[in-house]
């Protein structure tokens, strides 16, 4: 049996091996947010970076509303995540299943879930879904879009800069179908694009001295962000 893989992250631009297809959709009952932490891929143990995660709609919402940045965090969309289903050739799916356990092993649990098409019918049944869980270590859980930003700005790690993944994910997204969209990931983007212009950067290599007085200059900072 082939095996059916949902990418919602950085599988839309760095697509698992081995695929056969590739199709887009969306799940529901879910909201996608940069809420868990990154020591291993955008960010390092000492200085995490922020990642997408999807979180059930209905946690989520729970769980921000007991955190006082929890009213910034509601976006029309927010009960739907775009993203497209992979198909892998039955030969090939243990050894991709075990590429997406490590490439996923950070905070993410599988589940199996349906997959709606851009025509709003049930596509595929049973696809893999790597979900972040609210009592998983790496979830950190809603931040003020201002600060995520600033965070996301400044933060790179193995794989490369926070803001790249961010700007990538965006992108990609919007390339799905002319029916896919994410306000949460436009807003992000632009507030994180204005402290870039501002000059705030990642460190050439990541040290902790340098973030933290890239953060004391972000309290300072006289740049006029947008309201979330």
């Known amino acids: 049996m082939n095996l059916l893989v949902f990418g919602y992250g950085s599988l839309l631009y760095k ?3 081995h695929y056969i297809g590739r199709y887009p959709g969306y799940i529901k009952g879910f909201a ?3 809420a868990q932490s990154s020591n291993d891929h955008r960010g390092t143990p000492a200085s995490p970076g922020r990642v997408a995660t999807i979180i059930h709609s ?3 919402q729970d769980y921000a509303k007991s955190h006082p940045c929890g009213a910034q965090d509601a976006f029309p969309e927010d009960d739907q995540v ?4 992979y198909e892998i050739a039955q030969e090939h799916s243990f050894a991709v299943k075990a590429y997406l356990d490590h490439r996923e092993k950070n905070g993410y649990t599988e589940e199996r879930l349906d997959v709606y098409g851009p025509d709003n019918k049930i596509k595929f049944r049973d696809v893999l879904i790597y979900v972040g869980r609210l009592d998983n270590p790496a979830f950190v859980g809603p931040e003020p879009l201002k600060e995520l930003a600033m965070r996301i700005a400044t933060h790179a790690g193995p794989s490369g800069t926070n803001k790249e993944y961010l700007y990538q994910l965006a992108e990609h997204v919007r390339l799905i179908c002319p029916e896919s969209t994410d306000h949460y990931l436009e807003t992000l983007t632009a507030k994180v694009k204005e402290f870039e212009q501002a000059g705030f950067a990642p460190p050439l290599e990541s040290k902790d001295s340098v973030i933290i007085d890239q953060l004391r200059r972000f309290k300072a900072t006289d740049v ?3 309201k979330a």
């Open 224 to 226: 006029t962000l947008t």
């Open 15 to 17: 697509p698992v091996p």
């Open 82 to 85: 775009w993203g497209v289903v």
């Open 58 to 60: 209905d946690e989520w």
């Open 32 to 34: 996608r947010r940069f």
